[in-house]
């Protein structure tokens, strides 16, 4: 089964513009294809055609009032009534210009619209990004959201995406472009913001409050938004196959648009908000990767009105242990986790980087045990037995149910061998989710590692916000050694994470309030760097003689190491130190991978022809 087919059945995603609870033939119309044009890009004129309705021949009866919007010159170009499929949306003997335009249906008093672009979308954006020059954006979130339609229109035209003859591309481009399009029109109405408050569907940017890099989301509002009222949230978590290649912008998730109609429709009939929170790096397991979906709930909670006590999380096949994942990281933060033909645990073969089988720590981060036992949530565990790659199969379901049961009573299922059409399925989801309550909710992260010993482990610092420093006070050898260990580190940091650059800063550079605030990763010793020098007292690394001393444990003085402690001024912080008391060595640290390190603490001696490498899973 293609990788978009498969995605389809795990979850729809959502295509509305201005969504709202569709009626008889109306909603069949659009359900069908996520759009009533039978093209959303058209070339009018004496060498073009005319845009045009498009619908089963089926629904006979289905008539629709249409008015037909320039989304920059906000104005009404075209409004006409009882059109069927074929009818043609034009201004009567006037062709319409190039530009970008909304249509919105309407039939038995219930609406929804779309995006059509007349002429070249290449043009088109083109046309657009001169506008935004024109356009002086303040508001910082304003930036960011223009800057995120504009990187996914810039995807979408790049020559390997390119595709203007294939409906599905169309229909995303379109939508692409006329978001674009009303920003930049709001803006020059004097809106600077062009998130909070508005309906729909959108997709989204944040900086990351870890490294300082744009991250991209992607959100469904309802169309009953109401302010005064907070809405539930639905977060639907990736799969980790599918996050492999590409970021979240250019993935096959932001790929499935037209698949979106079912789960913005109940999601509209049940008045919740949706939010795919994409992903900052391949989906290992590891619980840094939670913290990226922490910080995206945070920016929908500070643009919407979103209930805090009722957000619920929902996971598909692989989706279902990052779901679960998320819940044990962050235990008081979600009102309910609904599995869907579910992976609950992952076994540790399908761990990816590592030397040896790190059985206790796998053991300790998979998900199942923490779900069952978090009385804060509600469980609900879907599965129709369809037998598609990459599933969990209903056994799998089977045994978790009965599993959480010896536990807890309030566990709900429906598990069987008939397949469900998703329209089903959604509104069981829906309807169970809806009284989901999480009386006391919280955003504070498990410290269940730390109770286990850890001092870390060394992964969980790129977890917090944090600044690589660079030791200065060193001869130019050691000065040029300390910097290829910064440079490896950065490298290895943007492939690791899809191109974000981490903060990087001279130790002299580095405040005293930035040592306070933020995980620290000292390069270099107490000698070459002046903050590892200000901190060293109180970091139980030192060496002395013939011996290196890590919290208690000898090793040869000339050793290098990685080595990750408390921060001594914040609880909520790290120190990653990356060095060699002999900085001839310090090259040896670059054979270490932090961002899967499920230990403590490396040491690396330099001996025989490898040298010998001491692996410390916990320093406590």
Not at 451 to 476: M, N
């Amino acid at each position: 089964m293609k990788t978009k087919t498969k995605l389809a059945y795990i979850f729809t995603l959502c295509a509305f513009f201005c969504p709202g609870a569709l009626a008889g033939d109306l909603h069949t119309a659009w359900e069908q294809r996520g759009s009533l044009l039978e093209k959303s890009i058209v070339y009018t004129g004496e060498q073009g055609e005319s845009p045009r309705l498009k619908w089963d021949s089926s629904l006979t009866g289905l008539r629709v009032s249409v008015e037909l919007r320039d989304v920059l010159g906000n104005k009404v170009i075209v409004q006409k009534d009882n059109l069927t499929s074929g009818g043609m949306l034009r201004g009567g003997h006037r062709e319409l210009s190039e530009g970008i335009y909304k249509v919105t249906y309407t039939s038995n008093q219930e609406s929804v619209s779309e995006y059509l672009v007349i002429g070249s979308p290449k043009a088109v954006f083109e046309n657009l990004k001169k506008e935004l020059g024109k356009t002086s954006i303040k508001d910082a979130g304003a930036r960011l959201n223009i800057e995120a339609q504009v990187k996914r229109e810039e995807i979408l035209c790049s020559r390997e995406n390119y595709d203007i003859g294939n409906e599905a591309w169309q229909q995303k481009a379109a939508h692409t472009l006329g978001s674009l399009a009303s920003m930049i029109a709001m803006q020059r109405d004097g809106r600077q913001s062009v998130a909070n408050d508005i309906a729909g569907l959108h997709i989204r940017g944040i900086k990351s409050k870890i490294d300082g890099s744009t991250q991209y989301y992607r959100v469904y509002i309802p169309a009953s938004l109401d302010r005064s009222r907070a809405m539930p949230l639905l977060v639907v978590m990736p799969t980790p196959f599918e996050a492999r290649e590409k970021p979240f912008v250019a993935s096959v998730f932001m790929e499935s648009h037209r698949q979106a109609v079912l789960l913005g429709h109940y999601a509209e009939k049940h008045g919740f908000a949706v939010l795919w929170p994409g992903y900052k790096n391949p989906l290992e397991g590891f619980t840094l990767e939670s913290t990226h979906v922490a910080e995206v709930i945070s920016a929908v909670q500070r643009d919407w009105n979103i209930d805090g006590a009722r957000i619920s999380v929902y996971g598909a096949c692989g989706g279902g242990y990052f779901a679960g994942r998320l819940i044990a990281t962050y235990p008081r933060r979600f009102a309910a986790i609904v599995y869907n033909r579910a992976v609950f645990e992952r076994n540790i073969d399908l761990l990816r980087g590592f030397t040896e089988p790190p059985v206790e720590w796998h053991e300790a981060i998979n998900p199942a045990d923490a779900v069952i036992g978090n009385s804060h949530i509600r469980i609900f565990v879907l599965n129709d037995g369809a037998k598609l790659p990459g599933h969990g199969d209903i056994e799998l379901s089977e045994k978790f149910v009965a599993r959480a049961k010896k536990q807890r009573s309030d566990v709900e299922a429906h598990i069987a061998n008939a397949p469900m059409k998703d329209a089903v399925m959604w509104d069981k989801i829906f309807t169970w989710i809806s009284p989901c309550w999480n009386e006391e909710p919280g955003e504070g992260r498990s410290d269940f590692l730390k109770k286990l010993g850890y001092e870390g482990p060394i992964s969980e610092v790129f977890s917090t916000p944090f600044i690589i420093v660079r030791g200065t006070a060193s001869d130019s050898a050691d000065a040029a050694r300390i910097d290829a260990t910064v440079e490896h580190l950065k490298e290895s940091y943007k492939k690791m994470f899809y191109g974000a650059v981490p903060i990087i800063k001279n130790d002299s550079e580095v405040t005293e309030q930035e040592i306070d605030d933020y995980s620290l990763i000292l390069i270099g010793n107490p000698e070459s760097n002046a903050v590892w020098k200000k901190l060293e007292a109180r970091l139980p690394v030192a060496a002395s003689g013939s011996k290196l001393v890590i919290k208690g444990r000898e090793f040869p003085a000339n050793s290098a190491f990685t080595a990750v402690f408390a921060h001594p001024l914040n609880s909520n912080a790290y120190v990653l130190t990356i060095g060699a008391y002999d900085l001839t060595n310090l090259g040896l640290t670059r054979k270490a991978d932090p961002f899967k390190a499920w230990y403590d603490c490396r040491v690396f001696e330099p001996t025989g022809e490898q040298g010998q490498t001491h692996t410390v899973s916990k320093l406590d």
